[in-house]
C-alpha cells in the first residue's frame, strides 16, 4: 500500500516564504514521480511542479520563478520552496506519485496517489 506524507504548510503573509515536505512509503516502481498540486476552494485543480527520480523538473505556470522542487534521494524526501508567496497561493497543497508523469512534464496531473493534503494561506 502506497502512502503519501505531506508536512510542512502553514501561515504567511505576502511576500514570505514556506517549505514543504513529502514522503512516500510503500511505491515498488523503479521510477517516480513526486510533486504537488493545489486546490483552492472554487477553483480548478491546479499542477504545481513535479521531479522525478532522474532529477527531472515540471513547473506549473504559477510557480516558475518562485518556486523550486527538490529531492533528497538518500532520505527518499522530496521538498517545495515556496518564495514570493502571493494571496492567490492559498489552498491545500497535496504532495501526489503521478503514475503518468505530468507533474514532472509539466503537464496535467494524470493518475496515482496523493496525501491528505497540507493548509497553506497567505494573508496580504
Known amino acids: 500500500q502506497v502512502e503519501v506524507v505531506e508536512s510542512g504548510g502553514g501561515s504567511v503573509q505576502a511576500g514570505g516564504s514556506l517549505r514543504m515536505s513529502c514522503v512516500v512509503r510503500?511505491?515498488?516502481?523503479?521510477?517516480?514521480?513526486t510533486g504537488w498540486f493545489r486546490q483552492a476552494p472554487g477553483k480548478k485543480r491546479e499542477e504545481v511542479a513535479g521531479?522525478?527520480?532522474?532529477?527531472?523538473?515540471g513547473y506549473g505556470d504559477s510557480a516558475k520563478g518562485r518556486f523550486t522542487i527538490s529531492r533528497d534521494n538518500v532520505n527518499d524526501t522530496v521538498y517545495l520552496q515556496m518564495n514570493s508567496l502571493k494571496p492567490d497561493d492559498s489552498g491545500v497543497y497535496y504532495c501526489?506519485?503521478?503514475?503518468?508523469?505530468?507533474?514532472?512534464?509539466?503537464?496535467?496531473w494524470g493518475h496515482g496517489y496523493y496525501g491528505q493534503g497540507k493548509q497553506v494561506t497567505v494573508t496580504s
Open positions: 501526489a506519485v503521478d503514475l503518468e508523469f505530468g507533474l514532472c512534464e509539466g503537464r496535467k
Open positions: 510503500g511505491y515498488r516502481g523503479s521510477r517516480r514521480c
Open positions: 521531479i522525478d527520480n532522474d532529477g527531472n523538473i
